[in-house]
């Protein structure tokens, strides 16, 4: 049975020699990350994109696409949920459902025949 300190050691050295070639999260530490700067301002504003709020008392004005944008998708969350409630019933077991009852009727309608 090999030694902990030999295990150590081959490990260790293993480890030395795959780390290069490794891929590292991050980009492996080595420098700052392009992704992770502290940015190009001091301080946030604290705006939603950078737009200051109106004045108090004032309404924002809408833009051009807003109200189109509200109707298309109003009326697309009407047509959703009325086409939607008014789909037929095409599951398997509504099919086996009315042939069952079908098959039922057509038994009950036979004169039932005696030996």
């Known amino acids: ?6 295990l150590s050691t081959a ?16 980009g492996g530490g080595g420098g700052p990350s392009r992704w992770a700067t502290a940015g190009h301002e001091d301080q946030p504003k604290g ?3 950078s737009r200051p709020p109106p004045p108090i008392g004032e309404s924002r004005k809408w833009e051009d ?5 509200y109707i298309t998708s109003f009326l697309t ?5 009325v ?3 008014a ?7 509504t099919w086996a459902h009315q042939k ?4 039922l009727e057509l038994e009950s309608a036979q004169p039932a025949e005696s030996d």
């Open 100 to 103: 069952a009852l079908e098959r």
């Open 77 to 81: 969350v009407v047509m959703l949920g």
């Open 65 to 69: 696409w807003e109200l189109p944008c």
């Open 11 to 26: 490990a260790s050295s293993l480890r030395s020699r795959l780390s290069p070639s490794l891929r590292t999260r991050g």
């Open 47 to 49: 705006f939603a994109f």
């Open 87 to 93: 789909k037929p019933d095409l599951t398997i077991e």
């Open 83 to 85: 086409g939607l409630s």
């Open 1 to 6: 049975m090999a030694s902990f300190k030999s």
